[in-house]
């Protein structure tokens, strides 16, 4: 379900393989797991939806999730995710922004109205077959954004039960594709880099895809 990716001082990060829910009633949920495991408290910084894989920050103090969330809040921590769709998105790279509305079954939608939107960048990788590869940085921190972001786009993300409905889909999927790939910021006066590649998901697992993600040490340098 998860694993251990990085133990530092003041923060742990974790390589969230499998879908779990970051918060539940019982002992189920990954958060509680991840302090049971850890033996000590620790603060969440930052949440993955259930069906999101990949990189996620805990702080070990009081003081280091004051930081965290200072970092957060300034958007001084770049989050970059990986997605797959079988549709190509209407620009190769774009800014979707707008606030954030909830609706029935549990979605989002995207407003027009920028009182405190939702922003989301992506970029197009490549092509593989019939699939489109994307790289996604979110500016900012909603629920599902990435997900309403990438629908709104015209490349909703395979296999989302809630944005894209596999009865929709022009190719089967095996999970939902979206991974969190990396974390890059600066504490305490010195620059931090994780990358985690996806481990599951035949589509994550092409090797030409693979080689792509070798040479993915700058992500930043796609937005520019």
Known sequence: MYHFHTVHKDFIIIHKVDELSFHSEDSSGLFKQVKQEFHE???ASHRLDKVTTGLLLMARSQEAARVFGELFSKQLI????LAVSDHKAKKEKAVI?????????SQWKLLKSQNNPAVTKYCFLKKLDDLYYYLIQPVTGKAHQIRVAMKIAGAPILGDPLYYPKSKALVEADRTYLH????QF???NQS???SAPP??????????FLDILANLNKP???FT
């Open 41 to 43: 408290d620790l603060y």
């Open 220 to 222: 930043e340098e796609y």
């Open 78 to 81: 770049n989050k970059y995710y």
């Open 180 to 183: 969190a790939f990396a974390l």
């Open 186 to 188: 600066q504490y305490k």
């Open 97 to 105: 922004s707008g606030d954030m509305e909830r609706t029935r079954k």
């Open 199 to 208: 481990n599951k998901g035949k589509y994550f697992k092409q090797p030409d």
């Open 192 to 194: 931090y880099y994780f």
